[in-house]
C-alpha cells in the first residue's frame, strides 16, 4: 500500500505561485506513473499534470501548460507541482495519484488532497 500526504496549498494572489509537494509513504514510487488533478467546487475532478518514472515525459492539461510544472525525486518518494502565474480558475482541491494508467483518471492509489484558493 501506498500513502499519499500533499500539502503546500493555501491562499494566493492572482499572479502568484505555489509550489505542491506530494510525499509517499509504505512503498517506493519510483516505477510509478504518478499524476495531478483537481476538482473544483461544483464540478469533476480533471487531470493536470502527469509524469513518467523517468521524468522524461510530462503530459499537461492545456489549461496549465507553460503555467505548471511536474517533476519528481524518487530518492525523497516525492512529486511536486510548481505552479506560476495562477489564475482564479485554478482555484481547486489538488489531489496527487500514484501508480497509474497514462491517459486516464485510472490510478491506484490517491492522496486526500489540498485546497488552492487563488484571489483576483
Known amino acids: 500500500q501506498v500513502q499519499l500526504v500533499e500539502s503546500g496549498g493555501g491562499l494566493v494572489p492572482a499572479g502568484g505561485s505555489l509550489r505542491l509537494s506530494c510525499a509517499a509513504s509504505g512503498r517506493t514510487i519510483s516505477r510509478y506513473y504518478m499524476g495531478w488533478f483537481r476538482q473544483a467546487p461544483g464540478k469533476e475532478r480533471v487531470f493536470v499534470a502527469a509524469i513518467t518514472a523517468t521524468g522524461r515525459y510530462t503530459p499537461y492539461a492545456d489549461s496549465v501548460k507553460g503555467r505548471f510544472t511536474i517533476s519528481r525525486d524518487n530518492a525523497k518518494n516525492t512529486v511536486y507541482l510548481q505552479m506560476n502565474s495562477l489564475k482564479p480558475e485554478d482555484t481547486a482541491v489538488y489531489y496527487c495519484?500514484?501508480?497509474?494508467?497514462?491517459?486516464?483518471?485510472?490510478?491506484?492509489?490517491w492522496g486526500q488532497g489540498t485546497q488552492v484558493t487563488v484571489s483576483s
Open positions: 495519484a500514484a501508480d497509474g494508467l497514462p491517459g486516464s483518471d485510472r490510478y491506484n492509489y
